[in-house]
C-alpha cells in the first residue's frame, strides 16, 4: 500500500480568507493551516493509501531562505529513510515553488518520487484547486514510484512539470504554471498518470545537500531601458560573491550594465549572463568568454541564481562554473 508524506510549508494552498469568495486578498488575513488540516478539509487523508501529515510551516513562500531551503531538504532525506515510504509530496505557495524545486532537484537524490504542489486559490475559497492540485500530486507520486521515476516533479492543474522549465506565467490563473516552449513532461486527470517525456527527468547536476548551509549571496541584476549599472555595484558593495544579469533577449545589459559587470569581474565577482525574455539560450558567445562572462544556458535568472550559489559554495573556480554552466 502507497505511504506518501505530505509536508504542509503554507502558501495559497494552506490559506483560509475571510469567506468563500475570498479568492484574491485572502493573504490580509494571514491564516494558513498546517499539512493534517489540509488533509482534513481536502478529504483526501486516504485518497490512495496512507498519506502522512508532516508539519514543517505555514508561511508564503515568498518567505522562503535559504535556511528553509537546507531544513527541507534535510527533512526529505530523513523522511526517505523509511524504507516503507513510497513518496513526498509538498504542498508549497506558488510564488517561489519553481525556485524550490529547481532547488530540490539539484540536490535530492532519494529512492521515492518528490512532488510539489501548490494552489492558485486559498484552501478556503470556492472552486479552489487545492484539493485537486492536492489529489493530482497524490497520484502522480504513486504513479511514479511504481514506474521508479524518482526524480523531483511539479504538479498543478493537471499537468506535470520538470522544475527546470517550469515557471509561474500567470498572477492569478488556474493554469499558471507553464514550460514555456517545451510544454509539461506529463498529464494526469484522475487517476491516469501519463509521463510523456521520460529524458527530462534525468539530474542535471548534482550538488551535496551540505551546501545548502553556506549558500553565499548572489543577485540578480534586471536590464531595462536605462539602466546604469547601479544596482551591480550596490550588489558588489553589499558583498556579492555573484552576480546573475537578467539581461535583453539574446543575452546582454546596456552598455553601463555592461560596464559595472567587468568591474565587478575584476573584483572577482562571477557573472552569469541569463534572459528575461522567459525561454531560449544564452549562446558562450565569443563576446562573453571575452569579457569573463559565464553563459547560463537556457536557465531564467531565478534558476540560474541557484546554480550559481551552489557552486560557489562547492568551491568551483570560474572555469568549472563555466562548464557546469554549458553542461546542464
Ligand atoms: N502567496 C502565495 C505563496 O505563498 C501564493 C500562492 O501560494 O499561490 O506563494
Known amino acids: 500500500m502507497p505511504k506518501i508524506a505530505f509536508i504542509g510549508t503554507g502558501g495559497t494552498i494552506a490559506s483560509i480568507g475571510s469567506g468563500p469568495f475570498d479568492l484574491l486578498d485572502y493573504n490580509a488575513s494571514n491564516a494558513r493551516v498546517n499539512a493534517r488540516a489540509i488533509l482534513d478539509r481536502t478529504g483526501l487523508a486516504e485518497t490512495i493509501g496512507d498519506i502522512v501529515p508532516i508539519d514543517f510551516r505555514t508561511f508564503d513562500s515568498s518567505a522562503v531562505s535559504h535556511t528553509d531551503w537546507s531544513e527541507l531538504a534535510d527533512l526529505c532525506w530523513e523522511l526517505a529513510q523509511d524504507t516503507s515510504l513510497t513518496g513526498i509530496v509538498i504542498g508549497h505557495g506558488t510564488a517561489t515553488l519553481e525556485e524550490t524545486a ?94 510523456t517525456r521520460q529524458e527530462l527527468h534525468r539530474r542535471p547536476l548534482s550538488f551535496g545537500r551540505g551546501l545548502l548551509r553556506k549558500l553565499p549571496r548572489v543577485d540578480i541584476a534586471y536590464s531595462y531601458v536605462g539602466a546604469d549599472g547601479c544596482a551591480i555595484k550596490a550588489f558588489v558593495n553589499a558583498g556579492a560573491r555573484g552576480v546573475v544579469s537578467a539581461g535583453f533577449g539574446p543575452g546582454m545589459g546596456t552598455p553601463a550594465e555592461t560596464k559595472a559587470l567587468a568591474e565587478a569581474i575584476e573584483a572577482g565577482v562571477i557573472v552569469v ?16 568568454r571575452d569579457l569573463g562572462i559565464i553563459a547560463g544556458n537556457d536557465l531564467s535568472p531565478q534558476k540560474a541564481r541557484i546554480v550559481l550559489a551552489l557552486c560557489l559554495a562547492r568551491g568551483d573556480t570560474r572555469d568549472e562554473i563555466g562548464r557546469a554552466f554549458q553542461s546542464i
Open 102 to 195: 529547481w532547488l530540490l532537484s539539484l540536490v535530492l537524490d532519494l529512492n521515492v518520487p518528490v512532488i510539489l504542489t501548490g494552489a492558485m486559490r486559498p484552501l478556503s475559497g470556492l472552486s479552489s484547486d487545492a484539493g485537486a492540485n492536492l489529489a493530482a500530486a497524490i497520484h502522480v507520486a504513486d504513479a511514479a514510484y511504481r514506474g521508479r521515476n524518482c526524480g523531483v516533479f511539479v504538479v498543478l492543474n493537471n499537468e506535470i512539470h520538470a522544475p527546470r522549465t517550469v515557471t509561474k506565467a500567470h498572477t492569478l490563473r488556474l493554469n499558471a504554471f507553464k514550460s514555456p516552449w517545451e510544454g509539461p513532461i506529463g498529464t494526469v486527470d484522475g487517476l491516469a498518470v501519463r509521463f
Open 273 to 288: 549572463q541569463s534572459s528575461r525574455t522567459g525561454a531560449g539560450k544564452v549562446v558562450d558567445s565569443a563576446g562573453h
